[in-house]
T-cell receptor, first 113, second 115 residues
Framework: GENVEQHPSTLSVQEGDSAVIKCTYSDSASNYFPWYKQELGKRPQLIIDIRSNVGEKKDQRIAVTLNKTAKHFSLHITETQPEDSAVYFC????????????FGAGTTVTVRA | DTGVSQNPRHKITKRGQNVTFRCDPI?????LYWYRQTLGQGPEFLTYFQNEAQLEKSRLLSDRFSAERPKGSFSTLEIQRTEQGDSAMYLC?????????????FGAGSRLTVL
């Protein structure tokens, strides 16, 4: 099955700096890569996703890049703010089992004011 | 519709007891999922329903676990003869495929503590 590895496990950044989280996946058939943000005690919420036919996607301060050849994808947060502090999870799924998301172990991001 | 609702939010039980969790998905979503999340880990897939049909079960779902989705609406996850290793957050999610995308919306979870 799919194996998703995520690095780093913790990340501390100064407010206003950028944060980058990297994930690798094992199943070359994977074609959908969402990122979820989970604040303490709350539900995981989708913040951005990318499909395998696209190399990069951006939404305001958040961007995701995908390298299919290397089987890795990354989340970039620019101009970090205290409210960006949370645990971020990458995930991947593959056709035809698009219903099954495999998650990374998560990255705890702390934005220092 | 206020999203995916799960009850109870917290459950403390003694080893060997049975517990049941309920999930009410977003009404127009035909797909429903159960995931398990332990401290410091990402959610792990347990099972998937399309309407009322349970189409896949993970090997993580031992025979002590049973999930149902009668009439394709709410779902229940029952754990029989609980063990301490069952302690975790049980997350429910729902979705519908739209424009080729299957975006999951998670509930807030049901936290199980087995003493």
């Amino acid at each position: 099955g799919e194996n998703v590895e995520q690095h780093p496990s913790t990340l501390s950044v100064q407010e206003g700096d950028s944060a980058v989280i990297k994930c690798t996946y094992s199943d070359s058939a994977s074609n959908y890569f969402p990122w979820y943000k989970q604040e303490l005690g709350k539900r995981p919420q989708l913040i951005i996703d990318i499909r395998s036919n696209v190399g990069e996607k951006k939404d305001q301060r958040i961007a995701v890049t995908l390298n299919k050849t290397a089987k890795h994808f990354s989340l970039h947060i620019t101009e970090t703010q205290p409210e960006d502090s949370a645990v971020y999870f990458c995930a991947a799924s593959a056709i035809p089992r698009d219903y099954k998301l495999s998650f990374g172990a998560g990255t705890t991001v702390t934005v220092r004011a | 519709d206020t999203g995916v609702s799960q009850n109870p939010r917290h459950k403390i039980t003694k080893r060997g007891q049975n517990v049941t969790f309920r999930c009410d998905p977003i009404s127009e979503h035909n797909r429903l999922y159960w995931y398990r999340q332990t401290l410091g880990q990402g959610p792990e897939f347990l099972t998937y329903f399309q309407n009322e049909a349970q189409l896949e079960k993970s090997r993580l779902l031992s025979d002590r676990f049973s999930a149902e989705r009668p009439k394709g609406s709410f779902s229940t996850l029952e754990i029989q003869r609980t063990e301490q290793g069952d302690s975790a957050m049980y997350l429910c999610a729902s979705s519908r495929v739209k424009s080729g995308a299957n975006v999951l919306t998670f509930g807030a979870g049901s936290r199980l503590t087995v003493l």
